[in-house]
């Protein structure tokens, strides 16, 4: 049977390892400098390329804590060019690798996403499925139409990590 760690710890370390390689090839593109690329975004009441890359990665490690049960590894959102988030998602993956499947949270049990004052109840499986997944693919899937606006030479390949 498939759980819940099965349907997000490897994926989302799979993605988060394509997401280098798609950063890989933007500072490779002679066309765009890393600073234009790290600040663009779709429109301009949402966040840019930096901020899809913390999000993402700020995501992993609290689900890795939340759901894992590991101490968390909270980030300052530094980085400011494309090595930079490279390293940031290199330390989100490493963080990943430390999460047990045998500690993950279970389908019924109890977990909480807190950020300041907000507090969303959820059991392990919507919080995994509902809140951690959409996340997940959200940011990253806007992070790669943010390196195809900008003119990297990626594809769907590409985003399927099979180029």
Known sequence: MVSLYDISVPVF???????????????????VSDEALV????????????????????LACGMASRAGKTELKEMP???????????RIQATIKVLKT???GDFVGEEEAISFTK????????GKT???EFEI???????????????????????KDYLGKS
Not at 13 to 31: D, Q
Not at 46 to 51: K, P, Q, S, V
């Open 13 to 31: 370390i799979r993605n988060l390892e394509i997401l280098i390689t798609l950063l890989k090839k933007a500072s490779a593109h002679s066309g």
């Open 39 to 58: 600040k663009s975004k779709l429109i301009s009441d949402m966040g840019d390329l930096a901020f899809q890359i913390h999000v993402l990665t700020d």
């Open 77 to 87: 959102r530094t980085e400011t060019n494309l090595n930079e988030l490279q390293d």
């Open 99 to 101: 999460v047990k499947e």
């Open 116 to 123: 300041g004052d907000l507090v969303i109840p959820f059991v």
């Open 127 to 129: 919080y995994i499925q």
């Open 134 to 156: 959409p996340n997940h693919y959200f940011h990253f899937v806007t992070s790669y139409n943010l390196l195809r606006k900008e003119g990297i030479d990626i594809g769907k």
